[in-house]
């Protein structure tokens, strides 16, 4: 089990970006209670909505939301990486500039399903985005979707990443620790809006995880 638990991977904390901090207030907190936890690194990861916005755009808005924070971190607070969860659509593979959304100065590329059935064309899209050599896919959320598809997505070597909530639930929990097990779960996140539960998820996975 090699997952970095001082690294969240996906953190919805700049504020004004997205739904996920309405201030800088909020970011502050939302930053101070994962240094709290033992977190050093914070990915932030806001929402790109392919259909909805160019990804120029995108990036003027994490930038500029991202400089305001940074103006205000403290000694003692987490570093913060750009990213984005890239929702899916039809085509992704095809967009310009898809390696601007990729994790700081790596090639990982945080990718979000839809939340129905996965229709052939949305699998035909998914694959063609595997076999990029410039980018790397890592799954958001895995546990949300159907675990058949995850399973395939497994076979093909997709890196998932989990958000800490779902490994606090005993009952699914098994599954998730197979998939940490067998090395498909690269990436632990928070997937942190608003202050909700903080990282009180994230505290019991570090003790669940270091056993
Ligand atoms: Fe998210």
């Known amino acids: ?3 970095d638990l001082s690294l969240d991977y996906h953190a919805h904390i700049l504020p004004g ?3 996920g901090s309405d201030s800088i207030e ?3 907190k ?3 209670m994962a240094s709290a ?3 050093k690194t914070i990915c932030a990861t806001p929402h790109f909505y392919p259909h909805k916005e160019s ?3 995108f990036l003027q808005r994490r930038t500029q939301t991202a400089k305001v924070l940074q103006e205000h971190l403290t000694n003692n607070m987490p570093t913060i990486q750009l990213g984005a969860e890239v929702l899916i659509c039809d085509g992704l593979d095809r967009l310009d500039g898809l390696p601007c959304l990729c994790r700081g100065e790596t090639n990982e590329i945080l990718l979000e399903m839809p939340f129905y059935q996965w229709p052939e064309s949305i699998w035909d899209t998914l694959y063609a985005l595997c076999e990029r050599h410039d ?3 890592v799954l958001a959320h895995a546990e949300r979707y159907s675990p058949e598809a995850i399973e395939r997505l497994i076979q093909n070597n997709v890196s998932l990443q989990l958000n800490s909530e779902c490994l606090i639930r005993p009952l699914q929990r098994k599954r998730y ?3 940490i097990k067998n090395g498909s779960v690269k990436y632990l996140g928070s997937d942190i809006h608003m202050l909700g539960d903080g990282y009180r998820a994230w505290e019991k996975c570090v003790k669940l995880l270091s056993k």
């Open 1 to 3: 089990m090699a997952i």
């Open 17 to 19: 970006c997205d739904h």
């Open 26 to 28: 909020t970011s502050l």
């Open 30 to 32: 939302q930053l101070g």
């Open 37 to 39: 936890v033992g977190i």
């Open 55 to 57: 990804i120029e755009s």
């Open 135 to 137: 980018i790397k896919i």
């Open 177 to 179: 620790l197979k998939w």
